[in-house]
């Protein structure tokens, strides 16, 4: 019992801290020296077509565990179950993504169950890593993009 409440509370927290968005992705930040480096986000496991797909590119370890200071943070309109969104001009680095299917389309993710700490939107985080216990830290997320690749990162959304 204490275990499933402390996966929550963990869940609640990455959830409500791990993604802020927009209405369009700001590709300000990156360079047009990078014209054929590219990320192909392929979302899956959408429970319906509602709202918005909330997405935050993170680039360092502080600003992803705390949620605040997102490298790029927007929302892509859902348009089927399974979508692929292509991002070209990245620059090269390290980054970690967190998303979350906005289905209300209220700007932040739904809670409802036990103590309203449950999220009912889902969730989910680049490298699908394991959601146990505790929040996925920078590490689990991470992924490199060198000049000229065209990195294919699949997220599969998480329900409760």
Do not use: W
């Amino acid at each position: 019992m204490y275990g499933r409440l402390l996966t929550i509370l963990c869940i609640f927290f990455i959830v409500m801290t791990g993604c802020e968005k927009n209405d369009e992705f700001e590709i300000g930040p990156n360079s047009p020296e990078h014209p054929n480096t590219q990320i192909q986000l392929e979302i899956s496991e959408f429970n319906n077509l509602e709202g918005v797909l909330a997405v935050a590119f993170f680039n360092t370890s502080d600003s992803f565990e705390s949620g605040n200071g997102a490298y790029l943070d927007s929302t892509i309109s859902i348009s089927n179950y399974e979508m692929t969104y292509l991002l070209n001009n990245i620059n090269t680095g390290t980054y970690a993504i967190s998303v979350f299917h906005d289905a209300d389309n209220n700007g932040n993710i739904t809670l409802g169950g036990f103590l309203n700490l449950i999220p009912q939107e889902g969730f989910g985080f680049s490298n699908n890593p394991n959601i146990g216990i505790s929040q996925p830290n920078y590490n689990e997320c991470t992924f490199t993009i060198e000049q000229d690749d065209t990195l294919t990162i699949p997220i599969t959304l998480i329900y409760l």
